[in-house]
């Protein structure tokens, strides 16, 4: 499905839950705590991740980490 933008800041994550795997390594990755599952599943049978805008500070260590390509990183 579509991806998802997020934030203001000097960027935006955007994610596409499709890809996700729930393997949890962005979870640790996120120096903000700013990810977390979603109560959904993916197409997959996967719960999803899922960023809160407010904690998120754009520094792209979940694109960095995610082997599943799930995000992408927007500057403006
Ligand atoms: S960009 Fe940084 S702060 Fe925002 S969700 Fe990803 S790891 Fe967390
Ligand atoms: S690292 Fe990628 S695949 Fe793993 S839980 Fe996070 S978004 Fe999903």
Do not use: W
Not at 28 to 39: G, H, Q
Not at 56 to 76: L, N
């Amino acid at each position: 499905m579509g991806e998802r933008a997020t934030t203001e800041k000097k960027g935006m994550v955007l994610t596409t839950p499709e890809r996700c795997k729930h393997c949890g390594l962005c979870l640790k990755a996120c120096p903000k705590d700013a990810i977390s599952f979603a109560e959904d599943i993916n197409q997959a049978g996967y719960q999803y991740t899922v960023i809160d805008h407010e904690k998120c500070i754009v520094c792209g260590m979940c694109y960095v980490t995610c082997p599943d390509f799930v995000y992408e990183i927007k500057a403006y």
